[in-house]
């Protein structure tokens, strides 16, 4: 105990240094957790992208391109899954419900998803949450879409609002379906998902928008106003990808090889949770990355801590030449300055940790609202705690090598004063 005394008041009489010391290493180990629980919770919000669906069913390709364009929204299909295949998967006795999606049109670089109406309802993400409209209600006319929150607040549109859709996917707007203006009918609320950028339009309304189409290109020989289209029966013809729901997940592996082995044409069912780890995985290296500097910040305060006790032996040549003409051992006075050392490194975790957990209380809902990425508060996992026991450990280490330089120090190098 009197070791402890004598170490807290020697920090004591050096007050500003040693605060100095503990609050960069209490912003490393923030920065150290703070990327632990942005990645952990990107992760989670990664893998959350879509929940509550058992199956994506598409066109024969890889599971990740699929998942790509179904969900994500990024890139194409290599081919489309026709209406009487999706209509005879859906009355398969293991399916309780059918969701379909086309995608090919877009609105300023957002891409357009023709669906139905159950979509608002099956569609979860984040754990079985559901989507909530910030204003209006889902499309019921033809031409009605709803909006991501994304592309409302880009784009400035408020439920009521024109919007007119562009043939094919690219920002440069070269054919448009101006004659078939849609009505924004709702606003979803913010998901952080793919869904925030995307316009909803209903399944029919992609096959009226397209009807005096043909080849990318609208026929000069016909033409079709919206008003002519509301009185047709409009049937799609195919479908970029299908969200499906079992009644039993038991089930999965065996629905998903009667579509695998579907014999009417080629087409592929994947499990979305295991196909989002897949591609997770494809991305770990800016993972890897992150924690490599976050490390990398830590053994940069741990290096400061040294240099500051460093620094100050010159200034502590007589407290510890004292020390030493009073019988103080090389155990004391070594560990002396390790206890300091380890006092600095442990005030400086702690404070790190209470910091980040009340940075976390603080930005959640903001970073939940703006990015849409929620950030679970628990209580630190075991790597963390791994990680703050190994710098605790490293700083008490890090302060050998001044403590072994302090005792080495003649005694009467310490008692002889300088001018």
């Known amino acids: ?70 969900v994500f929204r990024i890139g194409n299909a290599t081919n489309n899954m026709t209406w009487r295949s999706y209509q005879a998967i859906s009355e398969h006795p293991e399916i309780a419900w059918t969701v379909p999606l086309s995608l090919g049109d877009n609105h300023h670089g957002f891409r357009v998803l023709g669906t139905q109406p159950g979509y608002f309802v099956r569609y979860k993400y984040r754990r079985n ?16 879409a709803v909006l991501g929150a994304d592309v409302a607040a880009e784009l400035g549109y408020k ?51 397209h009807i005096d189409w043909r080849s990318g290109r609208r026929r000069q020989d016909l033409s079709v106003t919206a008003d002519d289209v509301r009185k047709m ?50 991305i770990e290296t800016a993972e890897t990355a992150l924690s490599i500097v976050s490390l990398m910040v830590v053994v940069t305060a741990i290096l400061g801590m040294i240099t500051m006790i460093l620094a100050t032996l ?12 009073v019988g103080a051992g090389p155990r004391t006075v070594i560990g002396l300055l390790l206890l300091e050392a380890g006092i600095l490194t442990f005030a400086g975790v702690i404070t790190g940790v209470l910091t980040t957990y009340a940075l976390l209380y603080s930005v959640r809902p903001v970073v939940d609202k703006v990015y849409g990425l929620y950030l679970e508060i628990t209580p630190p996992s075991s790597f963390e705690l791994l990680a703050l026991g190994m710098i605790v450990i490293g700083g008490v280490i890090a302060g050998l090598f001044p403590a072994l330089r302090a005792y080495k120090r003649s005694l009467t190098d310490g008692m002889t004063v300088r001018n």
């Open 1 to 70: 105990m009197t070791l402890i005394r004598l170490a807290i008041r020697s920090l004591g009489n050096r007050w500003l240094t040693a605060l100095l010391t503990v609050l960069a290493i209490a912003v490393s180990v923030v920065l150290l957790l703070g990327v632990e629980k942005v990645r952990t919770g990107a992760k989670s919000s990664f893998a959350n992208t879509i929940s509550g669906t058992d199956l994506i069913i598409g066109a024969r390709s890889g599971g990740v391109q699929l998942l790509l364009y179904s």
């Open 129 to 144: 949450q559901t989507l909530k409209f910030n204003s209006g209600k889902p499309f019921s006319d033809l031409f009605d």
């Open 159 to 209: 439920v009521g609002d024109p919007i007119i859709v562009a043939h094919g996917i690219g920002k440069i707007r070269t054919a448009e379906h101006d004659d078939k203006p849609f009505r924004v009918s709702g606003v979803l609320a913010k998901t952080g998902t793919p869904v925030d950028r995307t316009v909803h339009v209903g399944l029919e309304a992609i096959e009226a928008i």
């Open 233 to 282: 029966k409009l049937k799609p013809k195919a479908v970029t990808a299908v969200m499906v729901g079992l009644k039993s997940r038991l089930s999965a592996f065996k629905v998903q090889r009667y579509v695998n082995t579907y014999r009417s044409e080629p087409l592929s069912a994947i499990l979305p949770g295991a196909t989002l780890y897949e591609l997770w995985a494809l």
């Open 314 to 325: 010159n200034e502590r040549r007589r407290e510890i030449a004292i020390l030493r003409s």
